[in-house]
Every structure is written in structure tokens, then in C-alpha cells.
């Protein structure tokens, strides 16, 4: 498509046709945000492949003693500001994350914007990505919560991997 100098350019107009619905892309969004964090630390993930989340989980983050399991959620319902955020959960996943003897985390990225051309910016110095993350643990939920609170004092830094790494050392070392 050849836009004149008199035409108005949209977002819509200079991208591509989407092929992921945009549910499709907020959760890859999500995903790629967890592994953004990871890589800054060093810290390997695997994706489970679509549809093998069995155990309600999509990715394991990987430390040098094992790997922990989390769970993506991304959303653009909330602020990035406030005190927590309210997710629904099934029994069915509070059930596979209890069975598990290593820590699940549920992990809430936050999109700053509803449409998919703001979530990133990009600048000349940097392409700045207009969302945040925020964790909790959750394979220690009671049973029938129907929603999980995740505190935003818990955002998701590459300093949180040190925790999630020591609540894994702790199963092992501790009994936990």
C-alpha cells in the first residue's frame, strides 16, 4: 500500500494483518515479557507449547538446582498503579499447582494500553514497553478461590528471581 504525503498514517495502516486474535497476542505479549526479565539475569525459561499447559502452567523459569513453575496472565483491565489486582482462578489449576512440590507462581503483566500498537514505544535510544508485572505464589491457595489478589509491592524484577530461587532451594533444603 503506497501512502501519499497528504495521507493520514494510523497505526492500523502501517502494520501488518494480525494474525493472532488480540487475546492470541496479549498472552504472547505476556510470555515475552516474563522472558524479557529472565534473560536480563542470565536466568534460561521454557514454554510449554500451546495446549500442553496440563498442569496449568505456562513456562518453567530454570535455575542452576531446578526450575519453577509459572503461569502468564496479560491483561490491559488494570492500572499499573494501585495496590493489587483482583484474577479469576479454576479450581482445576489451584488443584495442579497444589500437587506440585516446587513453587508455581501466577504472573499478571499489566499492558498500559488496550490497543497493541502502544504497548511499545519506540524512541531513539530505546524501545520502551509500556507494561508491568507483578507475581504471587500460588501453589499455596486455598482450595475454592474463586480469584487471587496479586499484590503490586510484588513486581516482577530481575531481583524477584533471587526469591523464586531461594523458595525453590527452600523445597529441597528445608522441607517446604
Known amino acids: 500500500m503506497h501512502v501519499g504525503t497528504d495521507d493520514m498514517l494510523t497505526a492500523e495502516s502501517i502494520l501488518p494483518k494480525a494474525t493472532l486474535s488480540p487475546n492470541g497476542s496479549k498472552g504472547r505479549f505476556g510470555v515475552a515479557y516474563l522472558k524479557t526479565i529472565c534473560s536480563q539475569a542470565g536466568i534460561g525459561v521454557s514454554e510449554n507449547s500451546p495446549d500442553e499447559d496440563v498442569n496449568a502452567v505456562d513456562c518453567e523459569v530454570q535455575f542452576e538446582i531446578g526450575s519453577v513453575r509459572v503461569q502468564v ?37 499489566i499492558l498500559g494500553y488496550d490497543k497493541a500498537h502502544q504497548w511499545l514505544e519506540h524512541q531513539a535510544r530505546g524501545t520502551l514497553q509500556h507494561a508491568a508485572a507483578f ?42
Do not use: H, M
Request: include cysteine; proline fraction near 4%.
Open 73 to 109: 496472565k496479560c491483561t490491559s483491565k488494570f492500572d499499573i498503579a494501585g495496590k493489587s489486582a483482583s484474577w479469576p482462578i479454576e479450581t482445576t489449576w489451584q488443584k495442579k499447582w497444589q500437587k506440585c512440590s516446587v513453587p508455581v507462581y501466577l504472573v499478571l503483566v
Open 135 to 176: 507475581w504471587i505464589r500460588v501453589n499455596d491457595t486455598g482450595n475454592g478461590q474463586t480469584r487471587i489478589a496479586i499484590p503490586k509491592t510484588q513486581r516482577l524484577t530481575a531481583a524477584t528471581l533471587q526469591i523464586w530461587e531461594n523458595d525453590l532451594e527452600a523445597c529441597f533444603f528445608s522441607g517446604t
